[in-house]
């Protein structure tokens, strides 16, 4: 898609400009693309000459438009593995290079397919996708979302960072919904938006479960997508004695990815 090929061929300080204007849903990504951008950004990150802007910008205006009111979210829970063994091997100036431009980059896979980035915990990322009017494109898109985010790490970000004597990072990833309220905080002079709710809970509780580049995903996720993406998951058995969310009514079962 040309529309998307040049706004990631743009700087990354007019990236949050474009992409409202670039980005619309049901716009198809170009994986090759993709790929090709990322890994001329992370060497041109990684020799100094490329930095990095946040782009969280467009997930906290969007919820300043939802203050004290409630939505329907499809979330994303993304856990970087790795990043604890990197850490100990590699410089600090790397990491912290790494791990920006890791955020970044899956921040841009999260854009691609019309949803907004939370914010950053550690080294895990969490996105939300309003369900709006079509529930099964919200949980449609998010699951395709993931797929592509451990697509671009492997193909892209890891042969990057492996001259540097690093294998390699992989991804957990987790997916559930449910109705979210939308609260402010004032941190000093500065506004926070932040949600509350199921959802966010349970997609972490499920990334945990997940083994590296999986996506687990919750019974309402499952249900609530194409027919055509149930054939790559398969139910999870589940240890009751380990696992304590399973719920007749609301979490009968979660399901794992089988690429």
């Not at 199921?198 to 996720?221: C, R």
């Amino acid at each position: 898609n040309k529309s998307i090929a040049n706004m990631l061929m743009g700087n990354s300080r007019d990236y949050s400009k474009n992409i409202e204007s670039s980005i619309a849903p049901g716009t198809l990504v170009d994986s090759q693309t993709l790929v090709s951008q990322t890994q001329d950004r992370m060497w041109r990150a990684l020799k100094r000459r490329y930095q990095y802007d946040s782009t969280l910008k467009l997930g906290q205006d969007f919820l300043f438009n939802h203050v004290n009111s409630k939505l329907s979210l499809v979330i994303v829970y993304a856990d970087l593995v790795g990043s604890t063994n990197m850490i100990m091997s590699l410089p600090v100036d790397k990491v912290v290079t790494i791990i920006r431009a890791f955020s970044y980059e899956i921040s841009s896979v999260v854009y691609c397919y019309s949803g907004y980035v939370l914010k950053y915990v550690g080294d895990a990322i969490i996105a939300y996708f309003p369900v709006e009017i079509n529930y099964t494109h919200a949980c449609d898109t998010a699951i395709d979302c993931s797929y592509l985010m451990i697509h671009i790490l492997e193909k892209a970000i890891n042969p990057v960072i492996s001259v540097h004597g690093y294998d390699g990072l992989q991804l957990k990833i987790g997916i559930d919904s449910s109705d979210h309220s939308v609260i402010q905080y004032v941190i000093g002079e500065k506004l926070y938006l932040d949600i509350l709710g199921y959802g966010i809970s349970m997609a972490a509780k499920l990334s945990s479960l997940a083994k590296s580049d999986e996506v687990i995903i919750s019974h309402a996720i499952y249900t609530g997508m194409h027919s055509s993406l149930r054939k790559t998951f398969s139910e999870l058995e589940l240890d009751p004695r380990i696992w304590k969310y399973i719920d007749e009514r609301f979490q009968p079962g979660v399901w794992k990815s089988h690429l």
